[in-house]
Nanobody, 124 residues
Framework: QVQLVESGGGLVQAEGSLRLSCAAS????????MGWFRQAPGKERDFVAA????????NYADSVKGRFTISRDNAKNTVYLQMNSLNPEDPAVYYC?????????????????WGQGTQFTVSL
């Protein structure tokens, strides 16, 4: 059974940085595409970033390009989301997701497994 556990949320200052982690277990992590999504109160769960199984291909939402970086360490079964220059629109619950397909797609419904999420807020 696939399990995804996010960590790294909390309180961060505006324009600050934060790194989220997602530890995966249950199947061969290095074979699957990983993604990050976020959901703010009252809003849809939106795509943030995704990375292919090898790390050679990434995809980002326009709103985070140049500020966020997704990476993975297949030896540690972990995917990361480095977030810089955080602004008041970024706080949300961030979810890690995994899919069997090789393309780091933005489409939420194509991700088969989800973590419980980790939340952070930005202090003004």
């Amino acid at each position: 059974q696939v399990q995804l556990v996010e960590s790294g949320g909390g309180l961060v200052q505006a324009e600050g940085s934060l790194r989220l982690s997602c530890a995966a277990s249950g199947r061969t992590f290095s074979s699957y595409t990983m993604g990050w999504f976020r959901q703010a109160p009252g809003k849809e769960r939106d795509f943030v970033a995704a990375i292919s199984w090898s790390g050679g291909s990434t995809n980002y939402a326009d709103s985070v390009k140049g500020r966020f970086t997704i990476s993975r360490d297949n030896a540690k079964n972990t995917v990361y989301l480095q977030m810089n220059s955080l602004n008041p629109e970024d706080p949300a619950v961030y979810y890690c997701a995994e899919r069997t397909g090789r393309i780091p797609t933005t489409t939420r419904s194509l991700y088969e497994y989800w973590g419980q999420g980790t939340q952070f807020t930005v202090s003004l």
